[in-house]
């Protein structure tokens, strides 16, 4: 039996938590494969014992689709047990599983012990800003896509339950989520557009209802739009989030993982002082989410007659200060452009149309994926900030 094989076959079922496969959720550890014997680690926590009947039969079911005569053999365990088991075989040098030679292993590459209800998204970062209007949604929907044209797999969840603007912004107004059943719950599925996949409460209410939503209510959405819904695998994950320090920004980082959040400001002083507040948010003792970068959006405006002279137009300088303040990076500066005002309205984003204002999104996209990686070499994953603290 060949390890790869038995891999793929475990990817057609599914996680009764993530929706997404076995493998994608990395739940599967240490396959090990002896002749017809075949035995994996299968982590589940927070199973019920039905459902771990269940998820049993269903991955020898899919294993001897594959090879008939296998005998499967799966071992449920706690991901604390297995990370205890790890240390345990490392100290001893043992790799855990007897030492026969005709043994080969799969090791997942991280046993995450973050309980992140996402470990099928790979980044997960919050776009944030002091002020509404500042055009973070523009940045956020923008990004992702430039993000997408470079190759990655996108999720762009809108965390803006007052005034959520992401559908109109991808076109979507009116359409309705589907559902999927996974092990018999009702999950939502994310709506594809421009081959990104999205969430808003959008979705659910017209934009003048969602305003009435007030604290416990706004933390039951988020925690419905990480949990019950089917997010795909994904490299990254931006969250559009309402201005400001609230209970949105609250329940997200009790809830993910966070890589890092990027600051949307425009240039002017003024609005810099709620800019720092809502970046000293991320930047808490027990929050500890790091900044990735400052955009500055609005920087400047040229027009036809003058194209090398800039206006500055809502002052100078402000995305350099918040980085400073922040020892971080001003990661772009984007100016003021009527056509991206306008494909905003229109529901087809200016990053998508050929031309020079495409390069301020991709630019600012391959300083995002730098700035990422850097931080995924230098850290570890942010901890999820402990609710009763
Ligand atoms: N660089 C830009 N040039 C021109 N218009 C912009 C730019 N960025 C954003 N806008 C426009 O400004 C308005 C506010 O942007 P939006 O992204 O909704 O802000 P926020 O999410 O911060 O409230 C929208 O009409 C948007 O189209
Ligand atoms: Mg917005």
Same mark, same amino acid.
């Given at each position: 039996m060949n390890i790869e094989k038995i891999i %793929?076959?475990?990817? $057609?079922?599914?996680?009764?938590?993530?929706?997404?496969? /076995?493998?994608?959720?990395?739940?599967?550890?240490?396959?090990?494969? @002896?002749? @017809?014997? *075949?035995?994996?680690?299968l982590i589940v926590n927070d199973l019920e014992p039905?459902?771990?009947?269940? &998820? $049993?039969?269903?991955?020898?079911?899919?294993?001897?689709?594959?090879?008939?005569?296998?005998?499967?053999?799966?071992?449920m365990i706690t991901k604390e047990v297995l990370a205890a088991q790890k240390a345990k075989a490392e100290v001893s040098g043992d790799n855990g599983q007897g030492k026969k030679e005709e043994y080969k292993t799969f090791v997942q590459p991280l046993l995450d012990l973050s309980g992140n209800p996402l470990p099928q998204v790979k980044n997960i970062i919050a776009i944030a800003s002091g002020k509404g209007g500042v055009g973070k949604s523009t940045v956020a929907v923008n990004l992702a896509l430039a993000l997408k044209e470079l190759g990655y797999k996108v999720g762009l969840l809108d965390g803006d339950m007052y005034g959520p603007s992401i559908p109109t912004m991808l076109k979507l107004q009116g359409k309705r989520p589907g559902l999927k059943k996974v092990y018999g719950v009702d999950k939502l599925l994310p709506i594809e557009a421009y081959g990104i996949h999205t969430m808003s409460i959008g979705f659910f209410v017209?934009? =003048?209802?969602?305003? #009435? +939503?007030?604290?416990?209510? /706004?933390?039951?959405?988020?925690?419905?739009?990480?949990?019950?819904?089917?997010?795909?695998?994904?490299?990254?994950m +931006?969250?559009? /989030?309402?201005?400001? !320090?609230? @209970?949105?920004?609250?329940?997200? *980082?009790?809830l993910l993982s966070v890589t890092g959040a990027i600051m949307v400001t425009t240039p002017q002083q003024v609005a810099l002082d709620d800019?720092?507040?809502?970046?000293?948010?991320?930047?808490? $003792?027990?929050? %500890?989410?790091?900044? &990735?970068? #400052?955009? =500055?959006?609005?920087?400047?405006?040229?027009? =036809? %007659?003058l194209p090398d002279k800039k206006f500055y137009i809502f002052g100078h300088g402000g995305g350099k200060v918040?980085?400073?303040?922040?020892? !971080?990076? /001003?990661?772009?500066?984007?100016?003021?452009?009527?056509?991206?005002?306008?494909?905003? @309205?229109?529901?087809?984003?200016?990053?998508?149309?050929?031309?020079?204002?495409?390069?301020?999104? +991709?630019?600012?996209?391959?300083?995002v994926d730098k700035q990422t990686q850097i931080r995924n070499e230098i850290s570890q994953p942010t901890k999820i900030v402990d609710r009763t603290s």
């Open positions: %793929e076959a475990l990817k $057609n079922v599914t996680d009764p938590l993530t929706g997404v496969d /076995l493998i994608a959720s990395k739940k599967v550890y240490n396959i090990n494969v @002896d002749g @017809d014997h *075949v035995v994996f680690d039905m459902m771990k009947g269940e &998820l $049993n039969l269903r991955t020898v079911e899919e294993i001897q689709k594959v090879y008939p005569n296998a005998n499967v053999n799966v071992n017209n934009p =003048e209802q969602a305003i #009435v +939503l007030r604290g416990p209510k /706004l933390d039951g959405v988020m925690k419905q739009f990480v949990k019950d819904v089917v997010w795909p695998d994904l490299d990254y +931006l969250i559009d /989030l309402p201005p400001g !320090t609230g @209970d949105v920004q609250l329940s997200l *980082v009790q800019a720092v507040k809502a970046m000293h948010m991320f930047m808490l $003792n027990n929050v %500890e989410v790091p900044i &990735l970068g #400052v955009v =500055e959006n609005m920087s400047w405006f040229s027009c =036809e %007659e918040l980085a400073q303040k922040g020892s !971080t990076d /001003l990661l772009g500066q984007i100016p003021i452009i009527e056509s991206i005002r306008k494909a905003g @309205d229109s529901g087809l984003p200016a990053v998508l149309s050929e031309g020079p204002v495409r390069d301020y999104y +991709l630019d600012l996209a391959a300083n």
